[in-house]
């Protein structure tokens, strides 16, 4: 059974879960954790997420197999530099960062060739923070893509997959490139999106916001820390992203400028038939 | 009591839920409906939504002394031409429209002086379309905006504000410019760029879903016909809308640009810090 010896670097919402689901999911497997303040360490521990907590790193992946980086994505340099010396032969890393490109190319060149890293990003989560509301079942049914690239081992590939999939998730293969410009479109720049409705709201506006509003910016509670390392590192696809929304709502404003109903509608029957479409799909996926 | 005789026209989610809320909170009110279908009349009979249900406005408002617009607004202006002369002296007709400054000026016009308007906007509703979803609670807890003139009959305001307190609502007047200016931000505005953020994904980047992007694009599920009546008749202030939502999401890119992580941070913070008031207070209304 794979892992027999796993490492979790960052103990928070997705990083307590995993270990949570390997618990009930994979048998025999010691789950070691690494976290950055002494109260979620302690917790890891309580909640059963990992066995053993260390407050470093390298400590933390010693003869491990399967090592996970968890942490927000901006930590991952550092991370991947201190663990580097302390890695078995053999062993995989991955991670759960929601970009790819600069992770897996930072990774392929910290990492020692005795050691295979594959990326991973395990689409779930939640706008909580923390250790506390890590769940055993935040995976099922979920989606996993991963993102290979020309130097992949197969093996370590074959592995990384199959670790997803025993926690209840489907997974897909794609390049790094690919990964980072879907996601900077279906989940980025949304969030971005999020915030400014947020912030560009008077004081008199917000206090007759219904429940549409609280709904469509619920993204906007996210953790600050960790979406700035995201757009950060994705900033070329968010900037693309954000002109091809402007065009879309640019569109809407000539069609009203117009006064043309016809195609307004349109415009809306289209965007409400693909959001069904999709809504459709995730619930058949969710097998509900 | 106030109302005695109450006339709904539209029968669909909204029309239909005033009527059950009408029914389960006020005693001895006869309710009269218009409907366009002949399938939404006879379901708003048959879930008791109305009384009477009648294709023909004129019929359905004789003799009442409380008269609500529920139909899309598109079609205000020829309801309130056809309604005119049917109309009781004394009669009070209001509506409930997600744009009020053309509604109150058409209706201040139209009416005859016997007849006093006051402008509504019940912040309740559903991406659910028609009088099935209809449900008798829906305004519990909720807000209704009231949008007198300088003409408006004070006994009439008073009635009506009376009337959707009955419903368990909280009410809140205002003038229909500034209604409309805070609903183009706070609704019409999140819902055109909910459209827009459905409209401008790939395939493949909608492939990867998660649900974050289901619940910000939930309101892009609503009635198109509706949407696109609403747009038109608050066009300026969605413009207005779009133009400072832009300017927020450059300011965004911007730093971006700087690599400015701690701006970057403080954005995003301070979105997270007002949404999160603003659920804490919309939790607190709903006495949860």
């Avoid at 968890?70 to 530099?81: K, R």
């Avoid at 410009?181 to 007759?208: K, R, W």
């Avoid at 409400?272 to 479409?277: G, I, L, Q, T, V």
Wanted: charged share 20%; aromatic share 4%; glycine share 8%.
């Amino acid at each position: 059974m794979f892992p027999k010896r796993l490492s979790i670097l960052g103990t928070g919402l997705l990083g307590g879960s995993i270990g949570l689901a390997v618990r009930s999911r994979i048998s025999n497997c010691k789950i070691t954790g690494y976290g950055h303040r002494a109260a979620t360490r302690e917790n890891a521990v309580k909640i059963g997420a990992v066995d053993q907590s260390y407050d470093n790193p390298s400590n933390a992946v010693r003869d491990c197999d399967l090592v996970i980086l968890a942490t927000p994505v901006g930590v991952f340099e550092s991370l991947l530099q201190m663990i580097a010396p302390a890695l078995s032969p053999g062993a995989i890393v991955t991670d759960v960062g929601s970009t790819k490109r600069n992770i897996v190319q930072l990774a392929e060149k910290i990492l020692p060739a005795h050691v295979h890293f594959i990326g991973s990003h395990p689409i779930a989560g939640s706008e909580k923070r923390g250790v506390d509301f890590a769940r055993a079942d935040l995976f099922e049914n979920a989606q996993c893509l991963i993102t290979p690239t020309s130097t992949s081992h197969a093996e370590a590939l074959a592995a990384v997959e199959g670790f997803w999939r025993q926690l209840g998730m489907r997974t897909l293969q794609l390049s790094p490139a690919a990964h980072d410009q879907y996601l900077a479109d279906i989940s980025h720049l949304p969030h971005a999106v999020a915030a400014a409705l947020v912030l560009m709201q008077s004081q008199a506006a917000l206090d007759l916001a219904g429940k549409g509003f609280i709904d469509t910016t619920r993204i906007a509670s996210g953790d600050a820390g960790l979406w700035r390392d995201i757009f950060l590192d994705n900033r070329d696809n968010l900037r693309n992203g954000a002109e091809r929304l402007r065009q879309n709502l640019d569109r809407l404003i000539e069609m009203l400028d117009q006064g043309d109903g016809a195609a307004i509608s349109q415009w809306l029957e289209q965007a409400s038939r693909r959001r069904d479409e999709l809504l459709q799909k995730k619930l058949k996926d969710l097998g509900s």
